[in-house]
C-alpha cells in the first residue's frame, strides 16, 4: 500500500530537489487525519504506462511485453492490500501500513509472488521483475540479510533457467531492469502525492510540482501526456456510504 496523505501543501516547486526516495519516504511516514491509499497493482499500473511512453534512447526500446510485465511487477502485494483494506473499513481510527513498513515475511512473500505471476505472462517478465527486487534486496536492513540472502540464492537460479527461454544480452536486460526501477520510482512519487521537488539519479532528471502537471526536466518521455491512478480514501468522508475512490490525472 502506497500512503499519500491529505495535508495542508506546504512545499513549493522553487524548493531545492530531494532525492525521489527521500520524498517518497517522508510521505509513508507522515501522520494526517485522512489518507489516499493506493494498492501496490494500481501504483505498478502505472509504472508500467510510464515505461510505455519512455524515449528508446534512455533504456532501449521497450516493446509492449515488457510494459506489461512491469504494470504486473507488484501483483503479489493483491492479498495484502486486500487484507489492509478489509482492516481499515472495519476500524476508520486506524492508520493505513506503508509497503515500507511491512515485515521481512511480508514482502518477501509479496516479491516472489510477484516474480511467479510475470514470469506465467512471459519469461523476460518474470526475469526483469525478479532482478528487481533482487536490487532492491541489497539495500535493505543488514538485519534481514539472512533472509534476503535466501531469497537472492533462489531467484538467481530462477534467472538461470529463465535466460534460455531470453534472446536478449545481460547488458540489454541490465538497462530493461533499469527502466523498471526508474519506472517504480516515478511512479511511487506520483501516487504519494508529494509536493517537494525530486530528482532521479539514472536517467539523470528533477521533477517539480505545478498544481496536477509535474515537470520532468529533461523529459524522459516521447511526447507530452497524461497518465491516472486509482486511490481510496481513509477515513470514508462523513455522511458517505461505501469506500470511497479517486482517479488522479498527471499531466507529464
Not at 38 to 45: G, L
Not at 70 to 97: C, F, K, N, V, Y
Not at 201 to 226: A, I, M
Not at 229 to 234: D, E, M, N, P, Q
Amino acid at each position: 500500500m502506497i500512503i499519500f496523505p491529505i495535508t495542508e501543501d506546504r512545499t513549493g516547486a522553487k524548493e531545492e530537489p530531494a532525492s525521489a526516495w527521500k520524498c517518497v519516504e517522508q510521505r509513508q511516514h507522515e501522520r494526517a487525519d485522512a489518507y489516499w491509499v493506493v494498492t501496490q497493482p494500481s501504483h505498478a499500473a502505472l509504472a508500467g504506462e510510464l515505461a510505455a511512453a519512455l524515449r528508446e534512447d534512455l533504456f532501449g526500446p521497450i516493446d509492449e511485453t515488457v510494459s506489461r510485465s512491469i504494470a504486473l511487477h507488484d501483483a503479489g502485494w493483491s492479498m495484502e492490500d486486500a487484507e489492509q483494506i478489509q482492516r481499515l473499513r472495519s476500524d476508520p481510527r486506524q492508520h493505513p501500513t506503508s509497503f515500507i513498513d511491512t515485515p521481512p515475511g511480508q514482502f518477501l512473500r509479496a516479491w516472489t509472488t510477484s516474480i511467479e505471476t510475470v514470469e506465467k505472462f512471459a519469461p523476460i517478465g518474470g526475469y526483469l521483475v525478479s532482478r528487481h527486487f533482487e536490487r532492491i534486496s541489497l539495500r535493505d536492513d543488514p538485519r534481514n540479510q539472512a533472509k534476503l540472502e535466501t531469497f537472492r540464492t533462489r531467484e538467481m537460479l530462477r534467472r538461470r533457467k529463465l535466460e534460455s527461454k531470453i534472446d536478449l544480452d545481460d547488458a540489454t536486460l541490465e538497462l530493461l531492469v533499469d527502466a523498471l526501477q526508474f519506472c517504480d520510482l516515478l511512479s511511487l512519487y506520483l501516487c504519494c502525492g508529494t509536493s517537494r521537488p525530486g530528482k532521479f539519479d539514472y536517467p539523470k532528471l528533477t521533477v517539480r510540482r505545478f498544481g496536477d502537471e509535474y515537470r520532468l526536466e529533461p523529459s524522459p518521455f516521447r511526447d507530452h501526456r497524461q497518465f491516472g491512478f486509482s486511490a481510496l480514501r481513509h477515513p470514508l468522508e462523513p455522511g458517505k456510504k461505501g469506500q470511497s475512490g479517486a482517479t488522479f490525472y498527471i499531466n507529464l
